[in-house]
Nanobody, 123 residues
Framework: QVQLVESGGGLVQAGNSLKLSCAASGRTFSSSAMAWFRQAPGKEREFVGGISWSGRSRLYADSVKGRFTISRDNAKNTVYLQIDSLKPEDTAVYYC????????????????WGQGTQVTVSS
């Protein structure tokens, strides 16, 4: 059974940083493309960024480029999302997702999802 467990969310002030983690089990993590999505209240889930199985390729949404950094540690079966210069509009539930193959931006292409971690940014 595949499990993705996010952690690291919380309430932070604008301008600060946060690092989210997603621990995977039950799938071949080292061959999985991993991605982060987020969903704000009343909005659709949106792609934030993704990283290839090797870590050599990363893809980001234009809205987060320069502030968000995705990394992974295949030895720990964990993917990370570093968020810098947090803004109130970053407030959302953040989800990690996994799929075989390459990183894509569409939610329906991902096979496995975590339960999400809440990030709230106060102004």
């Amino acid at each position: 059974q595949v499990q993705l467990v996010e952690s690291g969310g919380g309430l932070v002030q604008a301008g600060n940083s946060l690092k989210l983690s997603c621990a995977a089990s039950g799938r071949t993590f080292s061959s999985s493309a991993m991605a982060w999505f987020r969903q704000a209240p009343g909005k659709e889930r949106e792609f934030v960024g993704g990283i290839s199985w090797s870590g050599r390729s990363r893809l980001y949404a234009d809205s987060v480029k320069g502030r968000f950094t995705i990394s992974r540690d295949n030895a720990k079966n964990t993917v990370y999302l570093q968020i810098d210069s947090l803004k109130p509009e970053d407030t959302a539930v953040y989800y990690c997702a996994a799929r075989d193959g390459v990183v894509v931006r569409t939610t329906r292409e991902y096979d496995d999802w975590g339960q999400g971690t809440q990030v709230t940014v106060s102004s």
